[in-house]
C-alpha cells in the first residue's frame, strides 16, 4: 500500500502514528478585520452564522487604479460583489456595500497574532499567506485524541481572540489539506478531515481539473493536449507522459492528482535568510514609452538593492518582469551574471538589455525586478573597471540616511519625473495604505 | 532543488516582507525578560520596610533588573520622587533608581 509520503509513519509498539496535516485560512481577511474592529457590528456577529456579517469591501485608492474590491465580506459577495472589481460595478450589483479603505499594517498586526496561536497549538506549523498556514500533528496523541475536535478547538479560539472565522481542512499531506480546506467551505462547522488516501481519492477524482489547487494554466494543457477532464483522468495518465509533457511539474501534478505529497512543513519560514528579493509595483496608467518604464526599473533595482545590502548579501542573478495593459500577459526573464552585486549601477545595464530584448512595446502596466542567487558580502570582488570600495561607501551613506530619514529624503532625480512612482510607494505596504 | 524535490508550497508561497518583519520582532518582544510584577500584600512589605529604613536613615539593599540584567545597590536612602529613589553608598556615590525596576529591598 502506498503511504502518502515517505516520512510521514513511524511504528511505535503496535501502533501506527501517522501525521495529519491541516490548512486553515480566514474567511475574507481584510473585510473580516475591517468588520471585527467596528462597534456597530460587535453584538450581531456569529461564528456558524456567515451572513451576521454586513455586506462590507475594503477597497484600493479609487484615485489611482479606479478603486477595485481587495476583499468582501460574504454578504457583499452574496450580493455579487467579487474581489478585483472595480469600485463603481460592485456599488451598482449592491447599493447598501460599505466601502472602506486599506489598513495593511492592522491586518500585518493581526495575522501575526493568529499565526502565533496556531504555532503554539500544534507541533508543527509553517505559513503560506497573510490569512492561511499549514500545520501538523501526530495522531492517534494523547494531546489532541480528536482530529476534528482539535481543529474545531482551534477555529473556536481564533473566533474568541479576533472575531475571525475560519475553515479547516485535514488531511494526510499538504496538498491535499489544501484541497480539503476548500471543500471544508459546505462542511457546518468548517472543518473537514479526510482520513486516508483512499477518502481523499473518493474525494477528489470527479472532480474538474480546473479544481486542483497550483495548477493554473497547466490545467490547460492537461485539458486540451493531454484529453483529462477529471482529477481522476490526471491520476490514470503514465508520469512519463506528465513529464514529457510539463517537466519537473509533471511529477508533481502526476503525485497530487494521486493523492500523494511529499512537502515538508518548514519551522523556520519566518526568519530563513532570503533566497532572493523582488520588488513589484503596478502602474496608474499604461506605460509605453521606454523611458518611462526605464525610471520605474531603475527605482525597483534601488529598492531590491538596498534590501540586499542590508542582509549583506549580492546576488548574481538579476531579473525583469512586465505585465501588459490588462493585467495580461508580459514576460519574466532573468540573466545570471559572472559576478554578484547589490549595486543598482552594476545591475541596471542588464535590466535594459533585458528590456529591450523581450519588450514586444505593448503598454505597461505592471513591473518587478527580482535579485536572486544570493550569496554573502564578505570578500570585496575588485573589477578594474569601477572603484568599488568607493561605491560601496557612497551607498553606505545613501542608506543611512534614507534610514534615518525616510526613503523619500534622497531620491534620484529621475524619480521627481511623471513617470516615477517612489514617492506614491513610500507610504504603502504591499501597494496599500499602511 | 528542483520542484518535484522538495517542499512544492515553498515556492508558491506568497509572504510580504513587512509580515516577516512583524513576526520576527513580535517573536522576539514575547522572549523578553520583563519585570516582575508583585502582590499587594508584598507591594505592603516593601513599603513599610522602605518607610522605616528612610527615616532610621538604614543602611539598604535593593535589587534592580535593567533590560533583563539583575544589580544590587547597598547604601543609604536619602530622597524619594514620584519614580525614584536616590541612594548613597557607603563609597559616597550617588545611584538614582527607576521604582519601576526594583525587585527587592533588604534592610541591613
Known amino acids: ?434 | 532543488m528542483k520542484i518535484n524535490e522538495g517542499n512544492v508550497f515553498e515556492a508558491l508561497r506568497i509572504l510580504l516582507p513587512e509580515h516577516r518583519a512583524a513576526t520576527v520582532k513580535y517573536r522576539q518582544e514575547r522572549e523578553r525578560p520583563k519585570p516582575p510584577t508583585w502582590d499587594e500584600q508584598h507591594l505592603e512589605e516593601l513599603d513599610a520596610m522602605l518607610q522605616e529604613a528612610v527615616v532610621a536613615k538604614n543602611p539598604v539593599r535593593i535589587w534592580i533588573t535593567t533590560n533583563g540584567e539583575e544589580h544590587s545597590v547597598q547604601g543609604v536612602i536619602v530622597t524619594t520622587d514620584p519614580d525614584t529613589l536616590t541612594v548613597i553608598t557607603k563609597e559616597s556615590r550617588r545611584y538614582q533608581l527607576n521604582l519601576r525596576e526594583i525587585t527587592w529591598i533588604e534592610v541591613e
Not at chain 1, 481539473?209 to 477529471?230: N, P
Not at chain 1, 527580482?370 to 569601477?386: K, P
Open chain 1, 1 to 434: 500500500m502506498q503511504s502518502c509520503g515517505p516520512e510521514w509513519t513511524l511504528e511505535v509498539a503496535n501502533l501506527t502514528v501517522k501525521w495529519i496535516v491541516g490548512l486553515i485560512d480566514m474567511q475574507s481577511f481584510y473585510a473580516s478585520v475591517e468588520v471585527a474592529t467596528r462597534h456597530a457590528y460587535v453584538r450581531v456577529r456569529t461564528l456558524e452564522k456567515d451572513d451576521s456579517d454586513p455586506a462590507l469591501a475594503v477597497t484600493g485608492d479609487p484615485t489611482r487604479r479606479s478603486g477595485i474590491i481587495l476583499a468582501a465580506t460574504p454578504a457583499a459577495k452574496v450580493c455579487g460583489v467579487s474581489t478585483a472589481m472595480r469600485l463603481g460595478e460592485a456599488l451598482r450589483v449592491c447599493p447598501s456595500l460599505v466601502c472602506v479603505p486599506p489598513r495593511m499594517q492592522l491586518y500585518i498586526d493581526t495575522s501575526v497574532r493568529i499565526h502565533e496561536t496556531v504555532r503554539q497549538t500544534f507541533p508543527k506549523y509553517e505559513p503560506f499567506s497573510v490569512d492561511e498556514c499549514f500545520f501538523a500533528f501526530p495522531s492517534p496523541s494523547d494531546l489532541f485524541p480528536n482530529p476534528v475536535q482539535a481543529a474545531a478547538d482551534l477555529r473556536d479560539r481564533i473566533w474568541d481572540q479576533f472575531r475571525i472565522r475560519s475553515r479547516v481542512g485535514l488531511a494526510p499531506n499538504k496538498w491535499t489539506a489544501k484541497m480539503a480546506n476548500k471543500a471544508a467551505k459546505k462542511v457546518p462547522g468548517g472543518v473537514l478531515w479526510w482520513r486516508s488516501q483512499a477518502d481523499v481519492l473518493d474525494a477528489i477524482h470527479l472532480l474538474p481539473v480546473t479544481d486542483m489547487w497550483g495548477v493554473k494554466r497547466r490545467a490547460v494543457t492537461l485539458q486540451t493536449e493531454l484529453g483529462c477532464s477529471t482529477i481522476g483522468d490526471v491520476a490514470k495518465l503514465p508520469m512519463g507522459r506528465l513529464r514529457a509533457r510539463l517537466g519537473v511539474w509533471g511529477d508533481v501534478i502526476h503525485r497530487w492528482a494521486n493523492g500523494l505529497d511529499f512537502s515538508d512543513l518548514n519551522a523556520d519560514t519566518m526568519s530563513l535568510p532570503h533566497r532572493g528579493y523582488s520588488h513589484r509595483t503596478t502602474l496608474p496608467r499604461d506605460y509605453t514609452c521606454r523611458k518611462e518604464v526605464a525610471v520605474v526599473i531603475l527605482e525597483l533595482l534601488d529598492e531590491v538593492c538596498a534590501r540586499a545590502r542590508q542582509a549583506q548579501q549580492k546576488g548574481r542573478r538579476i531579473g525583469l518582469g512586465l505585465t501588459y495593459a490588462g493585467l495580461t500577459g508580459g514576460f519574466y526573464k532573468a540573466k545570471t551574471l559572472p559576478f554578484a552585486s547589490n549595486h543598482s549601477e552594476t545591475l541596471y545595464p542588464t535590466l535594459l538589455e533585458l528590456l529591450d530584448g523581450h519588450w514586444n512595446r505593448s503598454g505597461v502596466r505592471a513591473v518587478s525586478v527580482s535579485l536572486d542567487q544570493l550569496g554573502f558580502d564578505d570578500g570585496l570582488q575588485l573589477n578594474l573597471l569601477e572603484d568599488i570600495p568607493r561605491r560601496q561607501a557612497l551607498w553606505d551613506t545613501v542608506d543611512q540616511v534614507r534610514r534615518d530619514y525616510g526613503e523619500t529624503s534622497l531620491m534620484r532625480l529621475s524619480s521627481l519625473l511623471p513617470a516615477g512612482q517612489l514617492r506614491e510607494r513610500a507610504h504603502k505596504i504591499g501597494g496599500h495604505t499602511a
